[in-house]
């Protein structure tokens, strides 16, 4: 059975940094590329960043580029979302999501066939 | 802020169809495939429809998809009462920089 298990999510202050990770377990992770995506409370889905296989591709949203950084340890079967220097519209559940392929771009890129619970991230003072 | 508008909401009685539209750019849609999600509540996002028009195993024949253009669009048929619930489209976009964007988002009402 595919899990993803986000974890790391906090109440932060607006400027601040903070590392998410998800845990991945029931398939072969090193196949696929992984992504994020949010959603703030009541809002509609925010694709965020993804990763291909190895690591060696990341693409960013515009609203994140610069200030999050995407990563992946697949000897650990882990995903991770570093953030920083957070603002008050980064509040939001943060799903860490599985893709069909190991594509990363274009029409490489699969959908979302797995998702985990999300991880709440507050950004407030 | 998203590129890809949908209709804020649709509904429709038990065993009606319902069609859900998704626009874009020939940046996105115009020239990638588009997938849809459907959120129930409290409950994160299922894959419905991917490549435009396939189905994944397990989600019933009454939802389909189609594009046509810069547009695609969802449809249930013979709705029922447990597919009240929020639909996003998506697809890869390279207008500005490289990216994945959802649609604004729909919320299907069954009355």
């Known amino acids: 059975e595919v899990q993803l298990v986000e974890s790391g999510g906090l109440v932060v202050q607006p400027g601040g940094s903070l590392k998410l990770s998800c845990a991945a377990s029931?398939?072969?992770?090193?196949?696929?590329?992984m992504h994020w995506v949010r959603q703030a409370p009541g809002k509609g889905l925010e694709w965020v960043s993804l990763?291909?296989?190895?690591?060696?591709?990341?693409y960013y949203a515009v609203s994140v580029k610069g200030r999050f950084t995407i990563s992946r340890d697949n000897s650990k079967n882990s995903l991770y979302l570093e953030m920083s220097s957070l603002r008050v519209e980064d509040t939001a559940f943060y799903y860490c999501?599985?893709?069909?392929?190991?594509?990363?771009?274009?029409?490489?890129?699969?959908?979302?066939?797995?998702w985990g619970q999300g991880t709440l991230v507050t950004v407030s003072s | 802020q998203s590129v890809l508008t949908q209709p804020p909401s649709a509904s429709g009685a038990p065993g009606q169809r319902v069609t859900i539209s998704c626009s874009g750019t020939?940046?996105?849609?115009?020239?990638?495939?588009v997938n849809w999600y459907q959120q129930l509540p409290g409950t994160a996002p299922k894959v419905l429809i991917y490549?435009?028009?396939k189905r994944p195993s397990g989600v019933p024949d009454r939802f389909s998809g189609s594009k046509s253009g810069t547009s695609a669009s969802l449809a249930i048929s013979g709705l029922r009462s447990e597919d009240e619930a929020y639909y996003y489209c998506?697809?890869?976009?390279?207008?500005?920089?490289?990216?994945?964007?959802f649609g604004t988002g729909t919320k299907v009402t069954v009355l």
């Open positions: 990763i291909n296989w190895d690591g060696a591709v990341t």
């Open positions: 029931g398939f072969t992770f090193d196949d696929y590329t």
């Open positions: 490549r435009n028009t």
């Open positions: 020939r940046f996105n849609i115009g020239t990638y495939y």
């Open positions: 998506a697809a890869w976009d390279d207008s500005l920089s490289d990216s994945y964007v």
């Open positions: 999501v599985k893709d069909t392929t190991s594509g990363y771009s274009g029409y490489e890129i699969g959908s979302f066939d797995y």
